[in-house]
């Protein structure tokens, strides 16, 4: 695994604790950890029960015991790791999104295809078991024709004029702001669960144009004392509609700076025979609303999905014993292991990625047009 910190630690966690719950063919090895700071990432590697640490990346891709490069860091390094493991028979999980641009995110795509080893990205929220239900009845039909998904991804994480410029906020590290660090969570699961976008047409805007430079940065905390500004040139929050192929409409909205917020990532589907609702922050429940309810009991219904017929749900505690954040990973990992078992690339896949990044430039591109763009005119080069 590249990097160490807030993903690092979700996914150490998980690949520990996937063979507690489950039983897979292929097991994870923590084999080597690789960071750049040698005291940094030897206290890492300790602590999350790593075997061995490397102070270059690049000699993960070179040992003959790993079989697999977890990339958890920066999407500005994406696209370097991934092309250098792909090209040295390595299957990859890829931290989303994909990469900084299209263009990049079409050479990763390229890389793993050409090379034909494993690779997944982690838009791991799909593996909350409320998510594979709702999947489960948009499929069955339960919720009728889809004519409505409303998205929104809150946040107020950055709102103190002060908080300092970390690489969530600077373009050449990251691609964009809420956009492609949040939205594309919203994306993922539309995709999922609603379908392929046709058209968007977005806004974005950034409230404080400057901040000063980051001393000390890991997932969304951050300190600084410098008086040094600098500009900051990514979305602090964007906004936009969905037209989707089959006809359903999207509003999307993702904002770091909602105040009270926290990790607000919420949506609402509506068909004509029904709707879901969820919210992140209480993952395990599904509001469900079936229209063809006794008169008079119509309503949403408000579903814990801990039960055996919730996916994944029986392999953790007994029906009404919650799980968390953390077990999406788990979740997600399973059908990982599931893929290299039986030599398949499970859903999310670079596939998902590069379709995800595709929207997120076409949403860019509309911005700057101040019109609607077609998710397809993105397409960079027919798909290997
Ligand atoms: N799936 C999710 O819900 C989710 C949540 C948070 C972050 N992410 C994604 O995970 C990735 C990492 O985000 P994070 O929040 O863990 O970041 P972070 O800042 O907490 O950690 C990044 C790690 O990468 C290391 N690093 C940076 N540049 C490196 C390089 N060139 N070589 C080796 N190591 C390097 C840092 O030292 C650190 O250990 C990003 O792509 C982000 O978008 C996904």
Redesign the pocket.
């Known amino acids: 695994m590249?990097?160490?910190?807030?993903?690092?630690k979700?996914h150490s966690h998980a690949y520990r604790d996937l063979p507690f719950y489950f039983d897979c063919e292929t097991e994870p090895v923590l084999q080597a950890l690789?960071?750049?700071?040698e005291e940094?990432v030897k206290a890492a590697a300790e602590k999350m029960g790593w075997l061995s640490y490397e102070t270059d990346?690049r000699r993960l891709i070179e040992r003959d015991d790993i079989d697999l490069i977890d990339i958890?860091?920066?999407?500005n390094?994406?696209a370097e790791i991934a092309i250098a493991a792909a090209e040295a028979g390595k299957h990859i999980l890829c931290?989303?999104?994909l990469a900084l641009t299209n263009e990049q995110a079409q050479r990763m795509y390229n890389a793993v295809k050409k090379n034909n080893v494993i690779h997944m990205i982690?838009?791991?929220?799909r593996f909350s078991p409320a998510m594979q239900f709702a999947k489960k009845l948009i499929e069955e039909g339960r919720l009728g024709k889809i004519y409505h998904m409303r998205a929104t991804y809150l946040q107020d994480w950055i709102m103190d004029p002060k908080f300092p410029l970390v690489?969530r906020l600077t373009k050449e590290v990251t691609g964009s702001g809420a956009l492609g660090?949040i939205a594309a969570?919203s994306i993922d699961l539309a995709r999922y669960l609603v379908g392929e976008f046709d058209e968007v047409t977005g806004m974005m805007e950034t409230f404080i144009k400057e901040r000063p430079v980051a001393e000390v940065?890991?997932?969304?905390s951050a300190k600084s004392d410098s008086s040094v500004m600098k500009e900051v040139d990514v979305d602090d929050a964007s906004a936009f509609l969905v037209r989707f192929e089959n006809g359903a409409m999207g509003v999307f909205e993702a904002s770091r700076f909602a105040g009270g917020n926290r990790n607000g990532n919420r949506f609402e589907i509506n068909g004509s025979k029904g709707s879901i609702r969820w919210d992140m922050e209480s993952m395990n429940n599904l509001e469900v609303y079936f229209a063809d309810d006794e008169a008079g009991l119509q309503g949403y219904r408000n579903i814990t999905c801990t039960e055996e017929q919730h996916p994944f749900a029986d392999a953790y505690w007994p029906a009404g014993h919650i799980i968390g954040y953390e077990h999406t990973f788990i979740n997600l990992m399973t059908e990982l292991m599931k893929g290299l078992s039986e030599g398949y690339s499970p859903s999310p896949n670079f596939d998902d990625g590069i379709k995800n990044q595709e929207i997120l430039a076409a949403i860019e591109k509309s911005v700057e047009t101040r019109g609607w763009v077609k998710v397809e005119q993105m397409k960079l080069v027919e798909n290997v």
């Open positions: 590249v990097g160490y910190k807030f993903m690092g979700a690789a960071g750049r700071d940094g990346w958890v860091t920066p999407n390094t994406h931290e989303k999104p982690c838009y791991n929220y690489w660090d969570h940065s890991g997932g969304l």
